[in-house]
């Protein structure tokens, strides 16, 4: 190769190389650029969700928490949260945490719900001294109970499960151990509201459907549901009135006030139906016969079919003649005072079977029939199953726990 030739090829490889290292500057340069990015970006993140967090916190320990954080250092950015109320009436609430990291800025909006006893699959105050959960008993939703967990022959729980007095076995832990399929946890304490009744008596009368027992003649209301009509009278020796609920009780409560509740019926749409009183057997809500969805959430998933049945004294299933032959009970009910039981459990006829959807929360478990060697003597056998909606969902203005539940997350 000539000398010329050897020039023309040494100044080619030099051309090449510089195009090549350029591009590669150029390559590193986006690189970091992009890891600078990166990092800006995350770390901005990560101290909107620590604020979101933080706050939660916070609301969680004072559920009137509302001061939220100012321009506080961290991580080297700003962290800024606040806290709205974003509607009063459902007490419902929103955090917004924005972290600022340089030049970026990240947001998380959280969204809180009041926690309502309408989870619960079973709750009860008090347990009787001699009623037994049994190797036939299984609970399909969460479980508490204030008093012992009392167990005979391993009884089967699905949902989280917990008691404040610990577990009480018949014969000993190995006879009688629980199945606890989600976990069990002892000395939680979750009491009842001593206005988780009363409570609904303002939304009742405004936007809601208000009856008033104190008023001469109207101390027993009838109600039968009807689709979207509800028929009430004050009498059996009278016709029903009606009104139409979407209309009559737009917010979804019904309210007898200082009376006594007889109801059965189809539901259409989302209701609470309460009853306040504590003397001569006012505060007591009687199902009379059947009250059920007008569409069965169990096989149309479109159903938004929800009661509450929210009682200060009692809930008795009726010793009369529709109720010979099974009841059938769709709903969360709710005993501030006493319990869920069957009127005349120890001397009514055999009545076939209460077919429970939804959940029982009560101060004092009742009885609803008796049985001797496992075979039913008097009133009902059981068949309780929990309405998975309920770990979502609730009943309008359902009795609270008095804490909060994140109901979404946004980042």
Known sequence: MSGKAM?????????LFMVVAN????VSGRVTDNYVDYFNKTTSHNIAISGANMAANQLFLDSTWNAGYNNVDYQNGKLNVTVQTIDAYKNIK???????FRKDTS??????APSKFSKFAYY????????????????WGPFHTQDKLRAANHPVFYGKASSKGGIQYFTNQATDKPYFYA?????????????GVTALKTPAQNNGLYFNGNNSGQGTVYLKFNGDYLLYRYSTMTPYDSVHLPTAAPNGVIYVDNGIARIQGTVKGAYTIACSGTSSGKGTIWLDDDIVYSKDPRTDPTSTDMLGIVAQSNVWITDNTPNRDNININASIYVQNGGFGAENYNTRPVSGTINLLGGIIQNTRQAV?????GV?????????????RFMTASPPFFPGTGGFEIVSWYE
Not at 7 to 15: R, V
């Open 23 to 26: 591009n590669f500057n150029t």
């Open 7 to 15: 020039l023309i090829l040494i100044s080619g490889f030099t051309m």
């Open 107 to 112: 947001r998380v909006d959280v969204t809180f």
């Open 369 to 373: 029939g008796t049985f001797n060697s």
């Open 183 to 195: 976990g069990y946890e002892q000395g939680v304490d979750l009491s009842l509201p001593t206005n």
């Open 124 to 139: 009860s105050i008090y347990e009787g001294t001699n009623i037994w959960w049994m190797n036939k008993d299984t609970v």
């Open 94 to 100: 929103r955090i917004t945490s924005v972290g600022i």
């Open 376 to 388: 039913i003597k008097t009133g009902f056998s059981k068949s309780y199953r929990y309405d998975t």
